[in-house]
């Protein structure tokens, strides 16, 4: 990227941000290879290296081998110098953590929900939970949420398992806590943290899947999530798979989620005579026909839906993810079957379908890196969010 010309404090901030990012990403390293890495001058680092360490973003300690001469001293990013809280509203609960900047969850909360919450409840309870978690030096709270978000403007635009529509939620929160509030699309905040923490650290294009109580994507391109024009990328589990199948929540017919969701599998199970999807479960791990048919269905039309993404934005890696993975050992080879056999040659060459790293927590880990993301943005882009 190159360097802003011109104000005086603007390159100041540009090239504090590019060390601590650098170190952030990279690991520990010396001054002499910090000033190699991002050019610029040695005396000029040492002022930021300074100031930085006077705030305590960064430390200094350990020493680098040396073939000869005095081993230079190392500078480490320091990711307990501030905390952000990440939010996961769910169908009847919300769960809340207290995150430090390299995504390591320090203290949980968790809380129930009514059934399909009305928006002042959930504003009441973050509030509590916030209250609950927050300690010195809170960067702000990051909000995973179903449906289509507008996460410039704080706004639930559409969630059906909530049943919510043009639900504004960042701005009257902001205004009660007193702290920067932002506001994502839960699997958008997955894929985030699985891009910074997780099994995405190693690609810069991929496709997070999840099955869950539905089924969404998270898309990385060049590095970057990627939302679409007004936020509503990923939406793969209202991607229609018949069109004469059955009604789903959202009133269209024959969508992903009823074929590869838990509405699917609890509908087998009563269907079958199993009664709940724990117990379908069991029974398909103990070798019944019936229900091990149920889970590789399942797999299949996941694949369907994956396969179409893969066609479509050709990425490195598919990360699966999401309530559903603890099944996983009953749906993964139909699934993976489905991509490879049916994704174009060329797309499907060298794709990597592996499950995500950070498991249930990365709901959480991923809102509170929302937070996080916005602080480590160089000023040069504040413009975008």
């Known amino acids: 990227m190159r360097e802003p010309k011109g104000d005086h404090r603007l390159i100041r901030d540009y090239n504090r941000g590019l060390v601590v990012n650098l170190l952030r990403t990279a690991g520990p390293m010396s001054r002499t290879d910090l000033s190699r890495h991002i050019g610029l001058a040695p005396s ?136 920067p509030v932002h506001l994502e699309n839960d699997v958008n905040a997955l894929t985030l943290a699985e891009r910074w923490h997780g099994a995405g650290t190693a690609f810069s294009n991929f496709v997070c899947l999840t099955a869950g109580d539905g089924v969404g994507a998270g898309m990385v391109i060049d590095g970057n999530l990627y939302r679409g024009a007004f936020g509503g990328a990923g939406e793969a589990g209202h991607m229609m798979i018949d069109p004469d199948g059955p009604r789903c929540r959202c009133g269209e017919r024959g969508c992903l989620e009823m074929f590869a969701s838990d509405q699917f599998l609890l509908s087998e199970s009563i269907r079958l005579g199993f009664g709940d999807m724990q117990c379908m479960t069991q029974a398909a791990r103990e070798g019944d026909g019936k229900a091990l048919s149920v889970f590789k269905q399942m797999g299949r039309y996941l694949g369907i839906g994956a396969k179409n993404l893969v066609n479509l934005f050709n990425p490195q890696a598919v990360i699966l993810g999401g309530e559903r993975m603890e099944a996983s050992d009953l749906f993964l080879a139909s699934f993976t079957e489905e991509v490879r056999e049916h994704s174009f040659a060329a797309a499907a060459k060298g794709l990597e379908i592996i499950p995500a790293k950070l498991g249930a927590d990365g709901f959480l880990i991923g809102a509170a890196t929302i937070v996080a993301a916005d602080f480590f943005r160089l000023p040069t882009e504040r413009t975008a969010k």
């Open 44 to 179: 000029a680092l040492t002022r930021r290296i300074r100031d930085l360490i006077d705030e305590g973003l960064v430390i200094e300690g350990g020493k680098k081998k040396s073939n000869g001469g005095r081993p230079p001293t190392l500078i480490s990013f320091n990711p307990d110098y501030a905390c952000t809280i990440g939010i996961k509203i769910e169908h009847s609960q919300m769960l809340a953590a207290r995150v430090n900047l390299a995504g390591r969850i320090s203290a949980r909360y968790q809380i129930e929900l009514s059934p399909n919450p009305a928006p002042d409840e959930v504003i009441s309870k973050v509030k509590k939970a916030v209250d609950v978690l927050a300690e010195e030096n809170i960067l702000g709270v990051g909000m995973s949420i179903s449906g289509f978000v507008d996460s410039i403007n704080g706004i639930d635009l559409y969630s059906p398992i909530l049943n919510w529509e043009n639900v504004s939620l960042g701005e009257p929160l902001q205004e009660l806590l007193d702290l």
